[in-house]
């Protein structure tokens, strides 16, 4: 066990509706990391917050934003979905904004239908 | 765009069997990572390479960094079943921003 904590591990949704997932890191840490991982892209780095400032953004879709709050827990909001949005959301964390060592939560699978 | 190539894609092994995992990438980096995957769980962090040169052993697992050559290697000694996994390993260009490999899938035979 990581100490990172997602909720909810699946979610099943139709297509063009909003999801918002939720990461708790671990105590202490203050940077945040999602990423996605699918069959057809692989696993891929979406954004990252420190201490509640955004500090990297990597391959995010326009329909998806995040932030992070001052109890330092993450959300990231996925609207309009499609189909091809479905896949395994994964949340990290670190102690600081370079992340020499990440710790990665269990994931929230999304079925988008 | 920083590439990460990691071969072989699939790899079935036999128990106590050597073999080992390139990854490959693009772009200048000294700081490389390996995660493993089991099915259906999260990545667990194996390595955390920040030098050229830098080599760490854990158990039948040793991995290296050469930046000069862009290439990292996990080498696996004498294989046992319970290292059936899938292994990523991730490129950070910026200190914040990992590229992960493809990822191989590796299958320990008894």
């Known amino acids: 066990d990581s100490g990172v904590t997602q909720t909810p591990k699946h979610l099943i949704t139709a297509t063009g509706q909003r999801v918002t997932l939720r990461c708790s890191p671990r105590s202490g840490d203050l940077s945040v990391y999602w990423y996605q991982q699918s069959l057809d892209q692989g696993l891929q780095f979406l954004i990252q917050?420190?201490?509640?400032?955004?500090?990297a953004k990597g391959n995010i879709l326009e329909r998806f934003s995040a932030q992070q709050f001052p109890d330092l827990h993450s959300e990231l909001n996925l609207s309009s979905l499609e189909l091809g949005d479905s896949a395994l959301y994964f949340c990290?964390?670190?102690?600081?904004?370079?992340?020499?060592?990440?710790?990665f939560g269990p994931g929230t699978r999304l079925t988008v239908t | 765009e920083l590439k990460v190539e990691q071969n072989p894609l699939f790899l079935s092994m036999q128990e106590g069997k050597n073999y080992t995992i390139y990854c490959n990438y693009s772009t200048t980096s000294d700081r490389l990572y390996w995660y493993r995957q089991d099915p259906g769980k999260s990545l667990e962090s194996l390595f955390v390479?920040?030098?050229?040169?830098a080599v760490k052993q854990e158990g039948r697992l040793m991995a290296s960094l050469d930046t000069k050559a862009r290439l990292s290697t996990l080498h696996i000694t004498a294989a046992v079943h319970d290292l059936s996994a899938t292994y990523f390993c991730a490129v950070d260009l910026t200190g914040n921003q990992f590229y992960f490999g493809t990822g191989t899938s590796l299958t320990v035979i008894p």
């Open positions: 990290a964390s670190s102690v600081d904004f370079l992340s020499y060592e990440q710790y």
């Open positions: 917050y420190y201490n509640g400032e955004e500090r």
């Open positions: 390479l920040l030098s050229n040169g």
